[in-house]
T-cell receptor, first 111, second 118 residues
Framework: GENVEQHPSTLSVQEGDSAVIKCTYSDSASNYFPWYKQELGKRPQLIIDIRSNVGEKKDQRIAVTLNKTAKHFSLHITETQPEDSAVYFCAASDNNNDMRFGAGTRLTVKP | GAVVSQHPSWVICKSGTSVKIECRSLDFQATTMFWYRQFPKQSLMLMATSNEGSKATYEQGVEKDKFLINHASLTLSTLTVTSAHPEDSSFYIC??????????????FGAGTRLSVL
């Protein structure tokens, strides 16, 4: 089955700096890669996703890149703000909708 | 956007009792719903996949007789934790995929239920 690894587990940046979170996956059949933001005690919120037919996707300060050959994808947050502080999860799934999550990254943005 | 409602948000129960958690898709029909468990500071672990009108598919290591899942309609799935014990205390989250969107894998999450078993 799919195995998703996520790094780093914690990340602290200064407000205004960029943050990068990386994930790798093992199943070449995976074709959908969402990123979720989860604040303490709340539901995961989809912030951006990418499909295997695309190499990069951007939405304002958030971007995701995908390297299918290397089986890794990354989340990039630019101009970070304190409200970006949360736990971020990457995930990978295939056409069977079997979604596997990374372990999560706790991002802290210092004002 | 698609809204998934989950109730209760928080439940405390005595050891040995059963607890039912409901997951509803409010403004769409969901052929498939998913149940996850999340321990503090850990990731979401898929427990089971629930398809309307059929038996749920459980992940390896998840006891189907312990965690009963019913998906009786396109808008409702329930998870019953039977004979709950303190080790069952956790955050349980459901998610749902839209009819017609299944192949696109998009899942919408409920707000979660925090279960504390005394």
């Amino acid at each position: 089955g799919e195995n998703v690894e996520q790094h780093p587990s914690t990340l602290s940046v200064q407000e205004g700096d960029s943050a990068v979170i990386k994930c790798t996956y093992s199943d070449s059949a995976s074709n959908y890669f969402p990123w979720y933001k989860q604040e303490l005690g709340k539901r995961p919120q989809l912030i951006i996703d990418i499909r295997s037919n695309v190499g990069e996707k951007k939405d304002q300060r958030i971007a995701v890149t995908l390297n299918k050959t290397a089986k890794h994808f990354s989340l990039h947050i630019t101009e970070t703000q304190p409200e970006d502080s949360a736990v971020y999860f990457c995930a990978a799934s295939d056409n069977n909708n079997d979604m596997r999550f990374g372990a999560g990254t706790r991002l802290t943005v210092k004002p | 956007g698609a809204v998934v409602s989950q109730h209760p948000s928080w439940v405390i129960c005595k050891s040995g009792t059963s607890v039912k958690i409901e997951c509803r898709s409010l403004d769409f029909q969901a052929t498939t719903m998913f149940w996850y468990r999340q321990f503090p500071k850990q990731s979401l672990m898929l427990m089971a996949t629930s398809n309307e009108g059929s038996k749920a598919t459980y992940e390896q290591g998840v006891e189907k007789d312990k965690f009963l899942i019913n998906h009786a309609s396109l808008t409702l799935s329930t998870l019953t934790v039977t004979s709950a014990h303190p080790e069952d205390s956790s955050f349980y989250i459901c998610s749902a995929s839209l009819v017609g969107q299944l192949a696109k894998n998009i899942q919408y999450f409920g707000a979660g239920t925090r279960l504390s078993v005394l």
